[in-house]
């Protein structure tokens, strides 16, 4: 199967693999969202089919809940679940200190809800996007569209008054329309080309009223199980 893939979708499908071993009978486990997490939950189902694995899954995105079911994973609310045994997700970018930005593929904030409920996190990655400073990938900001222009201005003002490099924020787009999330919410990507100090923005950023969330995961992730191109699997703590 892997030897029909691309060096680039080989190295997520052996991540996901791999980070599949993790999961435990009788486990409750966030799904995460993403081409590389999609290949995580496929292996969940197949071994919910073919070995009796019983778990039940809180996806972070309703393109994962439908990709859960369909391959047979119980699917069941963060509400009923009240807590998780581990999430496996995707990432954008991770450091040495395994911080991460995600949200490139729109689901950060029910991403972040559900890592933070997570005894553990585990990321699956290609190795392109272990990075030694985040910020090459733009920072997703999950705002309000009420007034969106006005924290965006915001956004700008602050990356200013902090003296991140870059600075260019933008409104996400799907064609001419704004990208809207699943909890009825716009994006702002914010193209910063390094953040030294990915904790300080984090929470400067949450403190402006129409922010609400950004895709850097500080402190969350545990494990790293990256993927290469050519078939091998690493795994950094
Ligand atoms: C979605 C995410 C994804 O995990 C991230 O964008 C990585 O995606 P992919 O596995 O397709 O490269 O954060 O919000």
Redesign the pocket.
């Known amino acids: 199967m892997s030897q029909d893939l691309s060096p680039v979708e080989r190295a997520?499908y052996v991540a996901a693999r791999r980070a599949a071993e993790f999961v435990e009978e009788g486990m409750q486990v966030g799904l995460?969202?993403?081409?590389?997490?999609a290949w995580m939950v496929r292996r969940l189902g197949e071994r919910v089919r073919e070995d009796g694995l019983k778990i039940r899954g809180v996806p972070t995105s309703t393109r994962t809940a439908e990709l859960a079911r369909e391959v047979g994973i119980e699917v069941i609310t963060l509400e009923e679940a009240g807590w998780l045994d581990l999430t496996i997700?995707?990432?954008?970018e991770f450091d040495h200190a395994l911080n991460l930005i995600?949200?490139?593929?729109?689901?950060?904030l029910q991403?972040k809800i559900v890592a933070t409920a997570s005894e553990r996190m585990i990321v699956i990655?290609?190795a392109a996007k272990d990075v030694g400073t985040l910020g090459a990938f733009p920072l997703p900001v999950e705002v309000t569209p009420f007034g969106w222009p006005v924290t965006q201005g915001l956004v700008e003002k602050l990356l200013a008054a902090m003296d991140v490099p870059g600075r260019a924020v933008a409104l996400r787009r799907v064609g001419e329309r704004p990208y809207v999330t699943d909890e009825g919410n716009h994006i702002l990507d914010l193209q910063l080309g390094r953040i030294e100090d990915p904790a300080a923005l984090a929470l400067a950023l949450n403190q402006i009223p129409g922010v609400v969330e950004n895709?850097l995961f500080i402190g969350l992730c545990t494990l790293v199980v990256i993927g290469h191109g050519d078939g091998r699997v690493e795994l950094r703590e």
């Open positions: 997520k995460g969202t993403g081409s590389t997490a997700d995707g990432a954008d995600k949200g490139g593929g729109g689901a950060l991403e990655a290609d895709g």
